[in-house]
């Protein structure tokens, strides 16, 4: 038997982390096992369709490179098929039509609430005759839930779960306007799809019970069932806005590897052994549903980013270049893709800059100065070390700059060192400090010695020269 998962997202305008998840363990499960994943979007709501937000779910699946299998299917385009089940149910008398008025409604469930019953539909309709319709009133279609008894569903994560029949109602699978409900469209899909495997929150563990009840009236297998513990924020309640990122967009916008929230996603509810860091060719090969965690998971936000920090630290430093330019463009207004000059220093720096970066957004910033061109601006730090120096260290740094034949990490240690010794201050430091702040316009970056060896003597002079007109005493004193 082939196994065949899916992803069915409601198009919402964005992917929330626990949808990416649960893609992501559908995707794993399919793959695992040499089986299909199908996509499937969920946009029977017309009044709130956008194709944007269609777009959203397929960005957030190329994000983070879930491959599936087929076109992508609309429930919506799936809506004659819908209706034709719901008739045939009618036909085989396992659903019936139902012409009750919402004020109809509205009495019974005051009546039974007055009495303390379940507010149930009171299944007036489920055994009249169709001579009893009432003229001009479009019915609703609803199933005929079983009356007594139990239902069991065998879940993967949850183990049995089992409901009292009593507590099913007879729901409605045709709207009077004769669309499709979402539980009616969801099993249909399942079914024609040829899902084998359902791998989806277990907010959707009370729809199950519903949806077997269509199964069971087709005379369709009911597919494997597994739902997957919430992801909850770090007090402990459902993750939401307010602890901060929640959607892939927002891990995209803050600098995260796709590979990192894969194998956050993954570990957040599933385990194997001790291990954390999991590639996507071992997460294929070790994934069943045996080890997912039974329990909700906390978001651990410090994790997430020290596992990113591994991930920038392994990645292919083209690739780093190429993933860092949209936020040099947003964060610095940066054209990094056109500087090959920039492009060529920061590359040379890589491998220590990456070594420091938890983020990409890290990345851009400590790297910003390779592609700064004069005259640039000093942040608030870098000013004020330069204002203090008044330019002695630096008009010092100056001329050794000039008289060096080439600088190199060395050699431009040794002459930070020879100035700091004809200096009063004395300390490497106090030398290094108005150097990085000159050369880089921050006070954050990596080894100043290396940057000043991958600018190049003549960037560094310039840069030199330009921080000691703009601080040096002579100067303001000038322009004063
Ligand atoms: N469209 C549903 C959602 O986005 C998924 C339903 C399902 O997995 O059966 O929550």
């Known amino acids: 038997m082939t196994i065949v998962t899916r992803f069915p ?37 017309r009044a709130r369709h956008s194709e944007e937000a269609v777009e959203a779910i397929l960005n957030g699946l190329k994000w983070l490179d ?13 809506k004659d098929r819908h209706i034709k089940v719901a ?4 036909t085989k008398g396992q659903a019936y039509y139902c012409y009750c008025t919402p004020e109809e409604l509205e009495e019974m469930r005051e009546e039974a609430k007055k009495a303390g019953r379940p507010t149930f539909y009171d299944r007036r309709w489920r055994d009249r005759d169709a001579s009893e319709a009432p003229e001009g009133i479009k019915p609703v279609v609803r199933i005929k839930a079983p009356l007594d008894g139990e239902t069991v569903i065998h879940d993967e994560v949850q183990g049995d779960v089992t409901v009292q029949n009593e507590q099913l109602d007879d729901f409605i699978i045709l709207r009077s306007d004769g669309t499709p409900t979402y539980m009616l469209s969801v099993v249909c899909d399942d079914h024609d799809m040829g899902v084998t495997h359902v791998m989806r929150g277990d907010d959707h563990l009370n729809n199950t019970f519903r949806q077997k009840i269509i199964f069971d009236a087709m005379g369709w297998d009911l597919p494997v069932f597994a739902h997957l513990p919430m992801i909850l924020g770090e ?10 990122a929640v959607s892939l967009e927002d891990f995209m916008a803050r600098g995260y590897l796709p590979d990192a929230v894969l194998n956050y996603l993954l570990r957040l509810g ?4 001790d291990d954390e860091i999991i590639s996507r060719e071992q997460a294929i090969e070790w994934f069943t549903m045996k080890n997912i965690v039974k329990s909700a998971a906390k978001f651990d936000f410090v994790k997430l980013e020290n596992l990113n ?7 292919d430093n083209e690739k780093l270049l190429e993933l860092m330019t949209p936020f040099m463009k947003e964060r610095h207004e940066i054209a990094l893709g056109s500087d090959t000059t920039a492009q060529r220093r920061i590359l040379a720096a890589m491998d220590e800059l990456k070594s420091r ?3 990409l957004l890290q990345l851009a910033d400590e790297s910003a100065f390779f592609a700064k061109k004069i005259p640039y601006e000093f942040d608030e730090k870098a000013d004020d070390i330069l204002s203090q120096d008044n330019g002695e260290i630096i008009s010092l740094l100056l001329d050794k700059v000039i008289n060096a034949s080439e600088l190199t990490n060395d050699s431009v240690q040794a002459l930070c060192k020879e100035v700091a010794e004809s200096h009063k201050e004395g300390k490497l430091g106090k030398v290094a400090m108005p150097l990085r702040a000159a050369l880089t316009g921050t006070t954050v970056s990596p080894s100043v010695f290396h940057a000043a060896e991958i600018l ?12 000691l007109t703009k601080f040096s005493k002579e100067n303001s004193a000038m322009s004063a």
């Open 9 to 45: 997202p409601s198009p919402t305008g964005f992917m929330h982390i626990g949808n990416a998840r649960t893609a992501i363990y559908n995707w794993l499960y399919a793959r695992h096992n040499n089986g299909k994943f199908l996509v499937r979007i969920e946009d029977t709501d």
């Open 66 to 78: 879930l491959d599936f299998d087929g076109d992508v299917v609309s429930q919506f385009s799936q």
């Open 87 to 90: 008739n045939e149910m009618v």
């Open 235 to 244: 007090d402990g309640s459902k993750l939401s806005k307010r602890h901060g």
């Open 270 to 273: 599933w385990s194997h052994g």
């Open 309 to 315: 920090g591994h991930y920038i630290g392994e990645a």
């Open 357 to 359: 970066a938890k983020t």
């Open 456 to 467: 190049g003597k003549e960037e560094t002079k310039a840069r030199l020269e330009y921080a």
